[in-house]
């Protein structure tokens, strides 16, 4: 399988409004590969467009067995076929978030980090909770940019998030820090009281 050319089809299918066959070559892609990551991302978005908050009740019934299914493979701790039963379950009813953060929890518990970024990637602007977790994989994966803009997606949605406004604080003294380790000492400042500056901290000194 080309899976490039899967991947630009799914893409270009999206863009035109095709989101059950976008659906359809991203779910392809993933039973071959089941970490890609813009695999994921796009079969996440392509399911939610598709449902557009349509989902009927007779497509949340077809989504019943492949959500017992991710329950039993859950209890006999075999995360790669309950990724594989939650995906179908989620493409069934694009609308139950939490059911595709859960998608997402057991790809990363397969082992599937990128892949499970994809997918919290996709539902950041639509659950919160999906928002701080792709912050977090993002900034165990070095992508701090990205982590920040996870995290004020969360702010946005509830700005008294207290985890996220902690995880973004953090996340940007850290980020400040170490661009200023790498400028070279130039400003007299030492890297605590740099730190406690870009927290936006007083200096314990000063009376």
């Keep these: 399988m080309n899976l490039k050319k899967h991947l630009d089809r799914a893409a270009q299918a999206l863009e035109r409004g095709q989101a059950d066959f976008a659906v359809e070559l991203c ?97 950041a602007s639509y659950s919160p909770d999906a928002a701080k977790r792709a912050g977090s994989l993002a900034a165990a994966q070095g992508e701090v940019d990205a982590a920040l803009d996870y995290y004020q997606q969360a702010l946005d949605s509830n700005p008294r998030d207290t985890e996220a406004m902690r995880a973004r604080k953090n996340l940007a003294a850290e980020q400040a820090l170490r661009n200023a380790s790498n400028a070279g000492p130039s400003s007299g400042m030492d890297s605590d009281a740099f730190l406690r500056a870009s927290r936006g901290e007083a200096d314990p000194n000063d009376t």
């Design 27 to 123: 779910d392809q892609v993933m039973d071959f590969a089941p970490g890609e990551r813009l695999a994921a991302e796009l079969l996440a978005a392509a399911a939610i467009a598709n449902g557009d908050g349509k989902s009927s009740m007779l497509k949340k019934l077809g989504s019943g067995p492949s959500g017992l299914a991710a329950r039993f493979n859950k209890l006999t701790r075999n995360p790669d076929a309950e990724a594989r039963s939650l995906r179908r379950s989620f493409i069934k009813d694009p609308t139950n978030f939490p059911r595709g953060i859960a998608w997402g929890d057991a790809l990363e518990r397969a082992g599937y980090a990128g892949a499970a970024l994809g997918v919290f990637s996709a539902l």
